[in-house]
């Protein structure tokens, strides 16, 4: 079955850095696009980036410039590369990949257009 297991998430100093990892089994993962989402504490599941079968990555307008996303397909893993942390950006972090779906089209910050998760891990950005 299809599992995404994330991991990586800790507490990192405002300006810091962290880079997160999502492990992905039980499908054909080159064939797929895989979206991180985040969820801080009374908001809405928010898109932080997509990368698609070609190897592009788009991002949410919050977290350009400072986050980067690396695709292995032949680890079956996608890493986010997350630096110039600030405290908004605290939250739980869930990668996610479709039933079917290569690219990241215009609506691909859409939460409901993903139909498995990972079960997230928790970044805190704080003193």
């Known amino acids: 079955q299809v599992q995404l297991v994330e991991s990586g998430g800790g507490l990192v100093q405002p300006g810091g850095s962290l880079t997160l990892s999502c492990k992905a089994s039980?499908?054909?993962?080159?064939?797929?696009?895989i979206a991180w989402f985040r969820q801080a504490p009374g908001k809405e599941r928010e898109g932080v980036s997509c990368?698609?079968?070609?190897?592009?990555?788009r991002y949410g307008d919050s977290v350009k410039g400072r986050f980067t996303v690396i695709r292995d397909n032949a680890r079956n893993t996608v890493s986010l590369q997350m630096s110039v942390l600030n405290p908004e950006d605290t939250a739980v972090y869930y990668c996610?990949?479709?039933?079917?779906?290569?690219?990241?089209?215009?609506?691909?910050?859409?939460?409901?257009?993903?139909?498995?998760w990972g079960p997230g891990t928790q970044v805190t950005v704080s003193l």
């Open positions: 990368s698609d079968v070609d190897g592009r990555t």
């Open positions: 039980g499908f054909t993962f080159e064939w797929y696009r």
């Open positions: 996610a990949t479709p039933e079917t779906g290569a690219y990241c089209g215009q609506k691909w910050v859409g939460a409901d257009d993903y139909d498995y």
